[in-house]
């Protein structure tokens, strides 16, 4: 396989030291402007620790998920998502808890798990919501993604599901009602839904809808609790799979318009990579030319990049650009999906989380089509103990440069007996951006939140108390929740943006955000889906440092491609734009 000449370079000097690397990774614009990047290359003097306060917020619902000592099956492995978002459009972060199953159960009337809303108060709390939202279903839930797909002001839920989908619509009264055959995606066969997203491929201001499947399991093939035969890892007998079981295919749904989808998935060009073990997908414009594409995290296979050819039509160009494999050309167990200019170079990078025993991946946008695997020389390949899950860009400390949150957990608890240096429940990490192109691992210096252990699988993040710094929301296997409330984020400065369209989408899902201050311009795009199976805040934040006020902020809303631009706003501000009508509500932390 031939590679981008960047990334061959960028790898091998990483061995000789930093001066070269330094010059073969920072964008040329950094060198002409060394001050921008100092606040960010010096150590931080504004301390951000992470500390779990979900039991206090009220979440107390605990994660259901196969056995606990011992997976027999793939499924009891898995996990899945979650979702921080507004049901009720009150301008604060409310939180949607999937939930999963044990094999053979036999639950007393009331007691199976449940998936679970919650509703923020407003001060720090929660209130469990489930049973009037109507959203409390029993059953393998995966991944879930949200978008307003009817356009009338209130974002639904789409739920993915070892078994069969579910779309359930926002009633804009506090309930959901399932819509699911009505709009046209019940299927007939059980699937295994893992990630989505929603997205307006054609520009046609309706959210259509891709779905990740992963593999095709039958529940008549579930091994029984006295089954003898196992596959093994290390030598470890354990629960088999995903290699040696049937990939599935990929879903694409055209939204008609009307409440009802199409699937469009053969005409579009989604099957034609043919089956894989896809787990998430999330959308962007990686190539900057106005349309949505989509990167998929493919477990034991190579990762998938549908490029959007204009007409309805999507080619993979994964292997070409470079962001199917690693640097070495190989396949990687492919998980979670992260997304951010983390350069600040006017392109789209991305980071993808892997199994343990391999890197994550960091691959870096060069602009023309192509990616480079920076993960070693920009300082994020040094751990490898870890099966990663959900992951995000956050710019923790708010000064202007997205850094790395990942998390962890393995999948085989038998580990735990042997000393192979793994362990079943492992710590969150954070790198943090250094402003030139390299990351440093501060994962002991982020507080109990960070160091603390799980078995963790899907990550939402957001600023769930609207105090103007990021939290996150992390899905623990066969545990409670963890709700890491970010504390000293905030003594830096920031704006947040919540975007509502009126020609595009109502979510304004592919509007394009870029907030310059100075010669610094950062930018992001409304996106859904994401992490791991999960769904993060719909608002944008932009970290400031100690920036007051911001030059200029662009919107570049995605049906018409039309720019609006404000001028000299000031930091620490949640605004709320309405496409063609501007700002019209402002709300100070």
Not at 150 to 176: I, K, M, R, S
Not at 290 to 306: M, R, T
Not at 507 to 523: E, N
Request: net charge negative; glycine share 10%; aromatic share 12%.
């Amino acid at each position: 396989m031939n590679f981008p000449r960047r990334r061959f370079l960028g790898s091998s000097f990483f061995l000789l030291g930093g001066t070269l690397l330094d010059i073969l990774t920072t964008p040329l614009w950094k060198w002409r402007n060394p001050s921008l990047v100092q606040a960010a290359t010096t150590s931080s003097s504004f301390p951000v620790q992470y500390v779990d306060v979900a039991q206090q917020a009220g979440l107390t619902t605990p994660n259901v998920w196969g056995g606990i000592d011992h997976k027999r099956s793939i499924i009891e492995a898995k996990g899945s998502g979650l979702a921080f978002f507004d049901f009720d459009n009150d301008g604060w972060l409310d939180i949607y808890l999937t939930n999963g199953d044990r094999l053979d159960a036999n639950w007393p009337p009331g007691k199976a798990p449940t998936s679970h809303l919650y509703k923020n108060n407003r001060d720090g709390t929660f209130t469990d919501v489930t049973q009037k939202s109507g959203l409390g279903r029993t059953g393998w839930q995966t991944g879930v993604c949200v978008g307003d797909y009817d356009n009338d002001g209130w974002d639904d839920l789409f739920c993915c599901f070892w078994g069969h989908t579910a779309l359930f619509h926002n009633n804009g009264d506090g309930t959901f009602t399932d819509v699911t055959h009505r709009a046209g995606l019940s299927q007939d066969q059980i699937r295994w839904g893992a990630g989505c997203t929603f997205l307006d491929y054609d520009r046609d201001s309706h959210l259509d809808l891709f779905v990740c499947n992963y593999i095709k399991l039958d529940p008549g093939s579930i091994p029984s609790p006295n089954d003898t035969k196992f596959c093994q890892w290390k030598g470890v007998p354990t629960m088999c799979g995903p290699r040696g079981l049937p990939a599935d295919t990929n879903i694409l749904y055209h939204n008609n318009g009307d409440g009802t989808f199409t699937d469009v998935s053969e005409k579009s060009g989604i099957l034609k990579p043919g089956p894989r073990y896809s787990i998430t997908a999330v959308s962007y414009d990686f190539d900057n030319d106005g349309w949505p594409d989509i990167y998929v995290a493919v477990d034991s296979e190579p990762s998938i990049l549908f490029k959007n050819n204009h007409d309805g039509t999507f080619t993979d160009v994964a292997v070409m650009a470079g962001c199917a494999y690693n640097d070495n050309g190989h396949e990687q167990a492919g998980m979670g999906v992260a997304v951010a200019d983390y350069d600040c170079d006017g392109w789209f990078d991305i980071f993808k989380t892997n199994f343990a025993d391999d890197t994550c991946n960091l691959y870096h946008n060069n602009g023309d089509g192509t990616f480079s695997d920076m993960t070693f020389a920009a300082g994020v390949g040094i751990n490898s103990n870890y099966v990663a899950w959900g992951c995000g860009f956050v710019d923790y400390d708010n000064d202007g440069w997205p850094d790395i949150i990942q998390i962890n957990g393995h999948v085989y608890p038998e580990i735990d007996q042997y000393n192979f240096g793994q362990t079943y429940k492992n710590p969150r990490l954070v790198y943090r951006n250094l402003g030139n192109g390299r990351f440093k691992d501060v994962s002991s210096e982020m507080g109990p939140g960070i160091s603390e252990r799980f078995s963790s699988r899907g990550a939402a993040f957001g600023d769930y108390d609207n105090d103007g710094d990021v939290d996150v929301l992390i899905l623990n296997m066969n545990d409670l929740p963890s709700l890491l409330r970010n504390d000293g984020g905030n003594k830096q400065n920031w704006i947040k943006i919540k975007l509502i369209g009126t020609k595009c989408n109502r979510t304004a899902i592919g509007a394009r955000v870029r907030v310059t201050t100075d010669k610094h311009t950062q930018m992001d795009e409304v996106h859904s889906g994401a992490s791991v199976m999960s769904q993060s805040d719909l608002r944008l934040h932009f970290g400031l440092g100690k920036i007051e006020t911001v030059d200029v902020i662009e919107v570049r809303w995605p049906t018409t491609q039309r720019v609006e631009r404000f001028t000299k706003i000031k930091a620490n501000q949640i605004l709320i734009i309405k496409e063609g009508e501007g700002i019209i509500k402002t709300h100070q932390a």
